[in-house]
């Protein structure tokens, strides 16, 4: 069961990672030519209204609202809906991937695990994984973006500076309705 949570959770990070990199390079979308209904006598079927998307949160999380320690010089990258009222969280810095995960072992006094070696990626539980009320476990992951010759995450703020991050950290907090002792 922790393997498959820790699977998705992987998958998921990586995903978002090549979504972000294709959305900051600005590759075109593919447009579909509009479709032209035929002439009809009878009168337009009503459509139900579109149902509103939360929004995503527009502020900077801080370790106060995210429960957890911040890497001193990572930045804010983006935040998704993973699902269950959760959210990733990214940030990126010009750190090495090791002082990242040196720094976490430290201030979370616990070793976690590296769960791919190339590219390295560790990562820290946070609380238990509950499938019922969880899309992803709380987790901290880290992830060394010069593996392989890569130059680095693609910063998706286009002139912005470091032009790439070579670690990335992904944050799902423990939801708020989670009880102390499953943490």
């Known amino acids: 069961m922790r393997r498959h949570a820790t699977i ?17 390079q600005g590759r075109p979308k593919p447009v579909a ?5 035929p002439p009809s006598s009878a009168a337009p079927v009503p459509q139900p209204p579109a149902q509103p998307v939360p929004a995503a949160p527009t502020a900077v999380p ?24 959760q959210r990733f969280y990214l940030f990126g810095t010009t ?46 992951t880290i992830k060394d973006y010069t593996w392989g010759g890569m130059q680095g995450y693609l910063n998706p ?5 470091p ?3 070579p670690t990335v950290i992904q944050i799902v907090p423990i939801p708020p309705a989670t009880p102390e002792a499953e943490r």
């Open 33 to 37: 030519p509009p479709i032209q209904a």
């Open 62 to 85: 801080s370790e106060a609202t995210l429960g957890v320690p911040f890497y001193p010089t990572m930045q804010f990258i983006t935040s998704y809906d993973a699902g269950s009222g």
């Open 95 to 140: 750190a090495s991937f090791a002082d990242v995960v040196s720094f976490y072992k430290s201030v979370l006094k616990q070793r976690g695990e590296l769960i791919f070696e190339e590219p390295a990626t560790h990562m820290f539980d946070l609380a238990r994984f509950r499938e019922e009320t969880m899309a992803f476990p709380p987790s901290i």
């Open 8 to 24: 998705l959770t992987i998958i998921a990070f990586v995903s978002l990672g090549f979504t972000v990199a294709a959305r900051a």
């Open 163 to 165: 032009a790439r991050y």
């Open 157 to 161: 703020k286009p002139g912005a500076e």
